[in-house]
T-cell receptor, first 113, second 118 residues
């Protein structure tokens, strides 16, 4: 019940394409859904996050779509660039907790020039 | 650099040896977390400190693992009698919570300590 399922495991797109990464959860007590970006040899860094009272959040080229009834959320990267090549993790946080992140397994994105 | 720092960045040890990792969080952050990340997987929660108090330990944290944050600042993670299955990246993160409420919900991660057990 505390799992976050992420797909696909890997993704290859051409520059300018729109990669989409999907996540699903079961526990309705999750109330904060961040996406983290990780480059090789680095720790994860927060990219964008959403709370379940909104259906979409956009920051620059990154958009989260959230479907509360389906318990699914996704990350869209508009006009993807080679510099976006990284591993992306969705995560979920339980309400009333202390920011304990439950991560998905990650999606390795490669953006080819 | 005022980010989360971890030391050492890489550690190679033989099975059965003890290892210790250190984490220095962002100075004003009162919350500190340890995660473990294996190849191709997302980080898995190990333990959490609020100031110097260890408030949660994952079932992943066997008796061979011990974490401390003695003065509410830096933290150490010790693994005794290492096993090959302990090989992983050990990530430390910190965050700030005021009056028990998280500031932004963001965790700031260090670059990790990679452990290889031969």
């Amino acid at each position: 019940q505390q799992q976050v399922k992420q797909s696909p495991q890997s993704l290859i797109v051409q520059k300018g394409g729109i990669p989409i990464i999907n996540c699903a959860y079961e526990n309705t007590a999750f109330d904060y859904f961040p996406w983290y970006q990780q480059f090789p040899g680095k720790g994860p860094a927060l990219l964008i996050a959403i709370r379940p009272d909104v259906s979409e959040k956009k920051e620059g080229r990154f958009t989260i779509s959230f479907n509360k009834s389906a318990k699914q959320f996704s990350l869209h990267i508009m006009d993807s660039q080679p510099g976006d090549s990284a591993t992306y993790f969705c995560a979920a946080v339980l309400s009333g907790g202390y920011n304990k992140l439950i991560f998905g397994a990650g999606t390795r994105l490669a953006v080819h020039p | 650099d005022t980010g989360v720092s971890q030391d050492p960045r890489h550690k190679i040890t033989k099975r059965g040896q003890n290892v210790t990792f250190r984490c220095d969080p962002i100075s004003e952050h009162n919350r500190l977390y340890w995660y473990r990340q294996t190849l191709g997987q997302g980080p898995e929660f190990l333990t959490y400190f609020q100031n110097e108090a260890q408030l949660e330990k994952s079932r992943l944290l066997s008796d061979r693992f011990s974490a401390e944050r003695p003065k509410g600042s830096f933290s150490t993670l010790e693994i005794q009698r290492t096993e090959q299955g302990d090989s992983a990246m050990y990530l430390c993160a910190s965050s700030l919570a005021l009056n028990g409420v998280a500031n932004t919900g963001e965790l700031f991660f260090g670059e990790g300590s990679r452990l290889t057990v031969l």
